[in-house]
């Protein structure tokens, strides 16, 4: 059997062939020094996958001080956050040039508030995460949480005080981000299943592989890379709903060449160099099938998200240790990639709330999570498991599917709604073609067609210019064959 290239691009492909034109700006404007960023006296200015090691260590050497800390995107300095801080051991997080922010929530506390939202308000359509940029825990509910849900929700937050967590109220319904996607496909009973691929990896043993949303794992054991083309991959392992969202699926073919690197079309790429750990306040990028390119900021960490239950329609799918942004994203992305603009792997598309005309929550897999918890290394056996810092050579990104070539996609309706009226068999309940087992429920036969037209818009540059970057067309064109995993690259 010949050798395969899976030629496989994060999301949409399209729109980051124009934005690559423009991340260098963005690099630019993170080396400045202190003289030209007007950061605060003695704190260094630094890339954000730098901000994440520092973070790190700081976290190590300020111990139960340590409250959380964020990045400064506006003046490229990391601040961290402390609470009845060592005078030595913040002198020192002021050499290592952090600025240093006295607090009054420890994480302890914050820690044990999420855990009292765990126990008295998990409920479908809440999620909560820690906010180091206001020393509290955000708690968010969407659109369907009325009623004695929301009295609920509303009165244990108030009971946690003021001074430790914030209720706000999101306009869309939290939901799994499948279907949609020209990527990946399995037929199931009921219909297919389409997802997007994340990033390639090295299976422990060896074996070239990809990681995807975990709730596309639990959907279908085997994937195409064409609607009816045969299986070219297999699930190994998935983890949905519990501790993350992620799958690892192994190509079936062992010579198939799955290069570490986005391909954008037109003959461009945009290398993925290693695994991090996320920041708040770090500007993020995220590829969709659906949507393509869209930018944002981490706004929390260790999130926590009930969906409602696919297979029990009373209950709740809680997903736990999720990084929080506000970057847009619809069905159709789920399992793509959210990136920095060094080529540093951040996470896998979970899912949210809105849209991109509106806006929402978007949650993600921690990719280091995710490669911890497989074995699996970063591309051809980089270790990029371990956060910031640590070089993958790899296998990294790719969400298969061209500019938004989405017809025949299910669209996806709420965190469990049945749209497609059809129960499938399986690890969930499936809708109509393009039933999602184990995730939100997806509707209909092809309600996407389009979808992913006008996604960039001014939002994809860092700088605030996006330019042509916003011309990706609705019309189900990939550009130079990329959709396929076997197509141009």
């Not at 918890?373 to 298969?400: F, P, R, Y």
């Amino acid at each position: 059997m010949p050798k395969r290239k899976a030629a496989i691009a994060v999301g949409g492909v399209a729109a980051l062939g124009a934005a690559a034109l423009l991340l260098p700006n963005a690099n630019a404007s993170q080396d400045q020094d202190n003289a030209t960023a007007g950061g605060t006296a003695g704190a260094r200015t630094m890339k954000a996958a730098d901000a994440s090691g520092l973070a790190a260590q700081l976290e190590k050497m300020l111990g139960d001080a340590f409250a959380g800390s964020y990045y400064d995107s506006g003046k490229q300095q990391l601040v961290v956050n402390v609470v009845n801080g060592d005078d030595n051991l913040v002198v020192q997080a002021k050499k290592a040039g952090a600025v240093v922010r006295q607090v009054e929530n420890s994480t302890a506390e914050l820690k044990a508030a999420a855990r009292t939202l765990k126990t008295k308000a998990t409920i479908p359509g809440t999620s909560w995460a820690v906010d180091p940029r206001t020393d509290k825990v955000l708690v968010t509910a969407d659109s369907t949480v009325t009623g004695a849900k929301w009295d609920r929700l509303q009165s244990t937050v108030q009971s946690l005080g003021s001074g430790t967590a914030t209720l706000k109220k999101s306009s869309g319904t939290f939901k799994t981000f499948v279907s949609g996607g020209d990527a990946i496909f399995s037929q199931v009973q009921g219909g297919n299943v389409r997802c997007s691929l994340g990033f390639n990896v090295t299976a422990s043993d060896g074996s070239p592989a990809f990681l995807t949303a975990g709730h596309c794992g639990v959907a279908a054991k085997d994937w195409s890379d064409s609607e009816t083309g045969q299986p070219i991959a297999t699930v190994d392992q998935a983890t949905f709903p519990g501790a993350g969202d992620f799958s690892l699926v192994k190509y079936n073919d062992a010579g198939t060449q799955a290069p570490s690197e986005v391909n954008t079309g037109n003959g461009q790429t945009v290398q993925i160099n290693q695994a991090a750990d996320a920041t708040v306040g770090t500007t993020v990028f995220r590829m969709g099938s659906t949507t393509g390119l869209h930018d944002g900021q981490v706004t929390g960490l260790d999130a926590t998200v009930n969906f409602q239950s696919e297979t029990d329609p009373g209950g709740v799918d809680t997903v736990t240790g999720l990084i929080q942004t506000n970057v847009c994203a619809e069905p159709g992305d789920s399992g793509g990639s959210l990136f920095t603009q060094d080529g540093s792997a951040l996470g896998l598309t979970s899912g949210g709330s809105g849209d991109c005309k509106s806006g929402g929550e978007t949650f993600f897999q921690p990719v280091t999570t995710a490669l911890q918890a497989t074995g699996a290394t970063l591309g051809n056996g980089g270790n990029g498991g371990n956060g910031a810092g640590e070089a993958g050579n790899g296998n990294g990104a790719g969400d298969q599917a061209g500019a938004g070539d989405q017809a025949g996609a299910g669209d996806q309706a709420g965190a469990g709604d049945q749209a497609g009226g059809e129960a499938g068999a399986g690890a969930g309940d499936q809708a109509g073609a393009g039933g999602e087992a184990g995730a939100g429920d997806q509707a209909g036969a092809g309600d996407q067609a389009g979808a992913g037209g006008d996604q960039i818009g001014g939002g994809a540059d860092p700088s605030g210019s996006a330019g042509s970057a916003g011309d990706q067309s609705g019309s189900g064109t990939a550009h130079d064959g990329s959709s396929s995993l076997t197509g141009n690259h």
